[in-house]
């Protein structure tokens, strides 16, 4: 009891216990999971092609070498070893003769070993990684999009604090899979696991926060520092993952991370109490009414394409260097560095910009931005020359994800109930589908057209969306909301929200001050 004590006056507890009125510890436990969450997401990148490229090199060669070894001279042929020439020879131990008859020398057949070499030819196995890589990495992203739909109604029932609890548990246990998984199927149920618990964690997270943050710009900035552990998460990930696989061994960068969730495991713990089921105050508006709804629509889908873009270099991207430049395995986690960086550069400068600027011209410049950066990345000769186009990705992917994540919450309060959890799993569903059809299509085309035309496609398609975000300058409000909202009777407090000069009278039945 004395250490209790000793630890109770400290005082770190009362803290704890006083945060959970804290909309900035709220914001912090979002920040720390979503920071997890992707580089679990993104630490894999450089350590799953080259692992299942070595796996599988290795597999071929034993199947070579057990081939050359069954073909070999067998029944009443000897070999016998000279010791002065160094070469085989053959002796016919023949019963009708007495003498025994020497044969012609035989030349040693080498033994296929292993590529170690740092550059992999263009061969079918090279090739056949597109798919096998692909298709592992979309797997998160699909099991996330059919997870979402149920994850987030559940929010409006039961309240964010479970569902944040369960993302975590569930995420520890898909990480520790990681580490200790050997074949491409335990990794395959490893990358599936963790989009169930990535969906927790992402639709809570950011459900947690609109509903904490009610006012649309400080919404807006919490959203972006929230993103901003998503960024850095993208951001370290990869760097991290390579640098360890390389000096250290596969499993060490997942029992880092496992260490890391524990930590916040334990301070959702001690602040969200998931073990009390907070449900919504009123009924939320249905799934299926807002994904009818054209302007949450256009949301999702610049979310969507803008990170499909990056979502289809991940697994080609590493295969392409290892083709054509010869990279080692530390620099295929490396060379996404530039576009991790200035996703957290973009992020941190958009999510105050963009309100000022327009979250509608913000999203258009982005996805433009986007679709010109991708089409010059097959022109890189070197690991260098991806430094300026991945640079443009990753912060024009910040500018979308910035002005669009807070354009959700403020749609949902302008047309429809301020319950923010559907919403939220909407665009949940939209980044999951960028980074399910992503790889899984990105891997096949790759493989059937190339690299580049793989790139060129999704550059055009980014940029022919983008037009589409004008028709968020000036969305309407609904009818009936808004009469409700200006009847004198009306027990809400209203706030004025504005976009590009015209302002509407939305209702809030919290005070900002006075978080939850």
Known sequence: MGLFDAFRDVGVLAWLREGRQSRRLILLIVFIALLLDNMLLTVVVPIIPSYLYTVDDEAAAAVRNHSVSSNSPSGTFQTIVSLYDNSTR???LSPQVGTPTVTPALTPTPTPTPNTSNCRKADDQLLNENVKVGLLFASKATVQLITNPFIGPLTNRIGYQIPMFAGFCIMFLSTIMFAFSSSYALLFVARSLQGVGSSCSSVAGMGMLASVYTDDEERGNAIGIALGGLAMGVLVGPPFGSVMYEFVGK???FLILAVLAVLDGALQLFVLQPSKVEPESQKG??????????????AAGSICFANMAIAMLEPALPIWMMETMCARKWQLGVAFLPASISYLIGTNIFAVLANKMGRWLCSLIGMLLVGVSILCVPFAKDI??????????????????????????????LRHVSVYGSVYAIADVAFCMGFAFGPSAGGAIARSIGFPWLMTIIGVVDILFAPLCFFLRNPPANEEKMAIL????????TRSYSTQGSSYQMGDDMDPDSPE
């Open 384 to 413: 260098y020359g991806l430094i300026l186009p991945n640079f443009g990705v990753g912060f024009a992917i910040g500018m979308v994800d910035s002005s669009m994540m807070p354009i959700m919450g403020y749609l949902v309060d």
């Open 90 to 92: 053959l002796t016919n």
């Open 251 to 253: 499993a060490a960068p």
């Open 486 to 493: 200006m009847d004198s009777n009306c027990s809400m407090r």
């Open 285 to 298: 508006t249905s799934l299926i009414t807002l994904m009818k709804d054209p302007y949450i629509l256009i």
